[in-house]
């Protein structure tokens, strides 16, 4: 059995693993616990997503990063861990009530960490002046 899922086309296998989720779905018959589970799981997904391509671009990139003076690597770090941070606070299951002026303060949080990223990444791969 494990054989003929290996030689299974991948499309077809990627619709074979969609149809169980949908078939394990549609076992929970009340529509709110559904879609709770689906938002949830899709939250959990987003997240992992995210910080997997967050990895991959840190792992290509690391070498480079370590010969940056230490002001540098220390703001862009910390910069990444703020973002880190309010991402969390948004996502966590206690759940922040991101409405209003709160929802912008978080919103510039991210957006000022994310403009410190840039312009250092930018400082450091500047080669004249």
Known sequence: MKRFFADMNPT???FLISAAIVAAIVAFRPAAITFGIVWLLAQILFLIAIGYLI????????????????RAKWGFYAAAAVIAVELFIAYAPIGANLSGLPFLAWILGIAICAYAMWRIWRDEHTYGY
Do not use: M
């Open 12 to 14: 077809v296998r990627g």
């Open 55 to 70: 990895y991959r671009w840190w792992r290509e990139h690391r070498g480079e990063i370590a010969l940056w003076p230490g």
